[in-house]
């Protein structure tokens, strides 16, 4: 069965800290994708990445940056010198492939809660 | 407006009341989501939509009645609500579903938040 695991359930860090949020996931299914979303205060989730599971390559997009491990199933995701507009719930999350007839289901982690103080 | 947007944003509605969530998206999208969040559980799939047709209810109660008249909006109908009910209602939509081993970016609106006394 698939399941996304974010064992840390919140968070606190000072501004400019490096942090690192940990995502686990679990399938059988050997082509699948990966996603990070934040959702700030107001309630929106918003995109932050897609990653297919033939590219390891690890992303960075200005402070951010993530860690696709395939030989530990671990999808991190690290925010450098982080600002408190960063402070939000980050949810990591799993779909398996489509084959057709499929409905493009997104598993989601319960979530990393990040608090960044000033 | 862009996006995906929702109304009403917040939501009290008592357990007899009849109440429908509105979700319209700006992207071109042809596939529509509802998704349920409660507190410290993960985001729940409810419905998917693509091109009007509903391609999946997973195990909703039948007091959530979902309605597409077209690719670009969706609704949420809600009856006879219990307190449990009470969450963050999220739309999203994608491009399509996905297919030949693909899968398509959902992107998120800004939920209504529903509390049912």
């Known amino acids: 069965a698939q399941k996304v695991t974010q064992a840390q359930t919140e968070i606190s860090v000072v501004e400019k800290e490096d942090v690192t949020l940990d995502c686990v996931y679990e399938?059988?299914?050997?082509?699948?994708?990966l996603f990070w979303y934040k959702q700030p205060p107001s309630g929106e989730l918003v995109f932050l990445i897609r990653?297919?599971?033939?590219?390891?390559q690890n992303e960075i997009s200005g402070r951010y940056s993530w860690n696709f491990q395939k030989s530990t199933s671990s999808f991190n995701f690290t925010i450098t010198a982080s600002q408190v507009v960063d402070s939000a719930v980050y949810f990591c999350?799993?779909?398996?492939?489509?084959?057709?007839?499929?409905?493009?289901?997104?598993?989601f982690g319960t979530g990393t809660l990040l608090a960044v103080q000033p | 407006e862009t996006g995906v947007t929702q109304t009403p944003r917040h939501l009290v509605m008592g357990m007899t009341n009849k109440k429908s969530l509105k979700c319209e998206q700006h992207?071109?999208?042809?596939?529509m989501y509802w998704y349920k969040q409660s507190a410290k559980k993960p985001l729940e799939l409810m419905f998917v939509?693509?091109?009007?047709?509903?391609?999946e209810n997973n195990s909703v109660p039948s007091r959530f009645s979902p309605e597409c008249p077209n690719s670009s909006h969706l609704f949420l109908h809600l009856h006879t609500l219990q307190p449990e009910d009470s969450a963050l209602y999220l739309c999203?939509?994608?491009?399509?579903?996905?297919?030949?081993?693909?899968?398509?970016?959902?992107?998120f609106g800004p939920g209504t938040r529903l509390t049912v006394l």
């Open positions: 992207l071109g999208h042809n596939a």
């Open positions: 399938t059988r299914d050997t082509t699948y994708y």
């Open positions: 990653r297919n599971s033939f590219d390891e």
């Open positions: 939509y693509s091109l009007e047709e509903r391609v």
């Open positions: 999350a799993l779909s398996e492939t489509n084959y057709g007839g499929a409905t493009n289901k997104l598993i």
């Open positions: 999203a939509s994608s491009q399509d579903l996905g297919s030949g081993g693909s899968t398509d970016t959902q992107y």
